[in-house]
């Protein structure tokens, strides 16, 4: 039981690469096992350090050869400005292409579903003369043909401005891909 | 030591290499191939694939050069480099368990001889019988000399997490080389009851 702790102490004075603990030293005067179990480790270890990786074999006949040729061509593609594409745009591509056409379909359901003009006021709203609408809506005052008139210009400002902002989103998007 | 001329230090070809300099970056090239090649045939058990994983490290090493800080070991950025395409790989699919010929056939009669090819073989006895990690563990350690803190930054590990891989791997292999000795000595011993 005792043992294994002392052999864990050992383990990791060798990985570590300090002294063996002064508990385990003393326990190994008395304990043929652990001492075996420290020969043993560093005659692993020592084996490990010498013996030399290319014995398990040496990479194919052109192996530098082809390295450097990989290398050769990034440096080509990377000095040649015109045919460098950043990577990440690149990988990213689909996901603006997505985003592109997700927009430019947004605007169309926007132009086909949004209702050329605002819906006609019942009559009896529209005879009613000079009329004050709640206090939140203070510029909508006046007769239901100015009324109308009000309510289409503030939709086609609407409008024209939710095109502008599609638009300018639509160019950042181009420029994000196209950079 | 007849070349009076100092070799620079992989941090300052990585430098030179970090500002254009294809030849630091080939020097680098050549100073690491054959360790890179080595930890990935230890690690992944498969030449060939070896072979892609050191290429695609060495042209990932190039596309991030201007990312690298020489204040960090250039060795250990690009095990890192290495470690991250071999996790990727042995992702993709499972290591390919090849025997080494040369390991069980090629044996000596002599006992003496039989410690020498058991000790030569000791790399080829850690790629079978070591788990990836505990592979890329001890090649770091024993092969590139890296501090246990560099092997658990460029693993992205904890030292504790290190210190218990190298500790188990010495143990396994300790298991595996003191079952083929027993084995050798049975050998021995028969060819001499037959003598």
């Known amino acids: ?21 002064g508990v385990t030293r003393k326990h190994m005067e008395s304990c043929p096992e652990c001492r075996r179990f420290l020969a043993d480790s560093r005659r692993l270890e020592t ?35 015109g045919k460098q594409v950043p990577r990440r745009a690149l990988r990213l591509g689909w996901v603006w292409a997505g985003a592109g056409a997700a927009g430019i379909l947004l605007i169309f359901t926007l132009t086909i579903s949004w209702p050329a003009k605002p819906p006609v006021e019942p009559s009896g709203f529209a005879n009613t003369g000079g009329f004050a609408l709640p206090l939140s809506v203070p510029s909508l005052v006046g007769t ?8 289409d210009n503030r939709y086609q400002a609407e409008l024209g401005a939710l095109r502008k902002d599609i638009e300018a989103g639509l160019d950042f998007l181009v420029t994000c891909v196209g950079g | 030591m007849t070349s009076g001329t100092v070799q620079p230090s992989d941090e300052a070809l990585a430098i030179q290499a970090r500002d254009g300099g294809m030849d630091a970056f080939e020097q680098l090239v050549l100073r690491y191939e054959k360790r890179l090649f080595g930890f990935f045939v230890v690690r992944l058990n498969d030449r060939q694939t070896a072979e892609d994983l050191t290429q695609e490290t060495f042209l990932r090493a ?40 040369g390991d069980i056939d090629n044996r000596t009669p002599a006992a003496d001889c039989m410690a020498d090819e058991r000790r030569r073989n000791i790399w ?55 079952k083929r ?15």
Request: net charge positive; with cysteine; charged share 30%.
């Open chain 1, 1 to 21: 039981m005792w043992c294994r702790k002392h052999q864990s102490a050992i383990a990791d004075a060798l990985t570590m690469e300090t002294e063996i603990p």
């Open chain 1, 47 to 81: 084996d490990l350090r010498v013996v030399s990786l290319e014995d398990i074999g040496e990479p194919s006949q052109g192996f530098h050869a082809g390295i450097m040729a990989a290398v050769h061509a990034e440096n080509r593609q990377r000095r040649a400005p």
């Open chain 1, 144 to 151: 239901a043909d100015d009324m109308g008139k009000t309510l």
């Open chain 2, 62 to 101: 190039f596309r991030h050069i201007r990312n690298y800080e020489p204040e960090h070991a250039f060795k250990t950025w690009l095990f890192t480099i290495a470690h991250r395409l071999a996790i990727s790989q042995y992702r993709k699919r499972k290591p390919v368990m090849v025997m080494e010929t």
């Open chain 2, 124 to 178: 080829a006895t850690a790629r079978r019988s070591l788990t990836p990690d505990q592979a890329a563990v001890v090649v770091l350690k024993y092969k590139e000399d890296m501090s246990v803190k560099d092997i658990a930054d460029s693993m992205n590990k904890s030292v504790a997490n290190i210190k218990v891989l190298l500790h188990r791997a010495r143990k396994q292999l300790a298991v595996v080389l003191k």
């Open chain 2, 181 to 195: 000795e027993q084995t050798d000595d049975v050998l021995v011993g028969s060819e001499a009851l037959e003598t």
